[in-house]
């Protein structure tokens, strides 16, 4: 068990770790777009939340928050998932089953049926990865309890509405073995490849509009240049879909995405100080991949790390600045369109102010004109889960 303080300890010590290791103005692109904050909620799960996971329909949004209690006499992380209608208050949903949850471990969150749509839910917990449904008011496993111990869950997808792709790894010193394996809410997971092994980092390329899965993969090497590039299976082993992109290595915050021709590919350098958060784009056809504008995305108050999403058909990033201070860190989250004009003074301002580190953040389409963000803000007690409702026009 840890006290808050060892927890808010620990993961300000892993803010300040990853930090060292590693605006409501429009953004420009091709054709004018704006976005303005409609609205924000938060069910306020924990009084301290680590990480949330947020997924949607166009009549309703799933959320996953990971967190501890503060008051509690002798606090201890925990998950909750909560569910509401359209702009409705968020209600929680039943309970996961775990004697006692991982943080540091991941949160995915998905959704499977296309008719009733259900969330399924990627966790730590009693000494491995689950991966968990709820289907009839209960959580049921999708894999088999125990085959996955020792190891890490770093994603989750689902590539259809009736089937869900993991993406498994196991960490021995420097070195990481990448396995993928793909199947249903009732199980009957198969091996997606072959193990992909080395320095490596990785996430799924989403949207997956075709059956076939992709993996985008950071191979950090040995030296401080990483090579960045897409994969896909064939047979049994997986072979590289990209050219390589390489520059400074970083951390790994989320998966390249796919909106209309191209793909864009998060890249965050952590040679440099502050980290700089750069967006790289391949055209169909292009043997390089190219920056998004002149320079990183982020320009303001400190070190960036940030995720993509594709919001009414065209590509967008948000991203957190953090600059450490005596207590804490200044922070900053901002959101801008993704093209080839796109700059760090062309972003939205969604939140600044004073928290204990990073958190998470994550762009999901809405239904029409209106897309969510999700971001982490500075409390008394820690971090706070938003979801901000965007109006794109």
Known sequence: MRSFTSATVVRAAMAIALLSWCTASTSAQAQTSTIT????????????????????????????????????????????????????????????????????????????????????????????????????????????????????????????????????????????????????????????????????????????????????????????????????PVGNRWVRDSPVARAPAGPFVGGPIVAGPATYFPATDAIAFPFEFRVLRLGPGELNWDNVGSGPLNAGVGSGQGTLGVLDGRPWAIWQEDAEQAEGFQSEIRVAGLEATTDADNSTLLWAGKRIGPGSVQLVDGPGSLAYALYERGTDTGLQTVVATLALS
């Open 37 to 232: 904050v409609a609205s924000e909620s938060t069910p306020e799960a924990f009084d301290d939340e680590f990480e949330a996971a947020l997924v949607a329909r166009p009549d309703a949004q799933w959320l996953a928050i990971g967190g501890v209690d503060v008051t509690d006499s002798d606090p201890v992380y925990g998950i909750k998932v909560f569910q509401r209608t359209a702009s409705g208050p968020w209600l929680e949903l039943p309970a996961l089953p775990a004697r006692r949850f991982s943080d540091g471990q991941g949160l995915s969150l998905v959704l499977q049926d296309p008719a009733d749509p259900s969330p399924c839910v990627g966790y730590g917990a009693d000494g491995g990865p689950q991966l968990r449904c709820l289907a009839d008011g209960v959580w049921r496993s999708a894999i088999r309890a125990g085959r996955h111990r020792g190891e890490q869950m770093y994603d989750v997808i689902a590539p259809t509405m009736t089937s869900l792709a993991v993406l498994f790894a196991k960490k021995v010193r420097h070195e990481t073995t990448l396995r993928v394996e793909r199947g249903t809410t009732s199980g009957h997971f198969r091996r997606v490849g072959g193990p992909i092994e080395g320095p490596l980092l990785a996430q799924f390329v989403q949207p997956t509009s075709r059956p076939q899965v992709r993996l985008g993969v950071e191979d950090e090497g040995r030296g401080t240049e990483a090579k960045r590039y897409i994969m896909r």
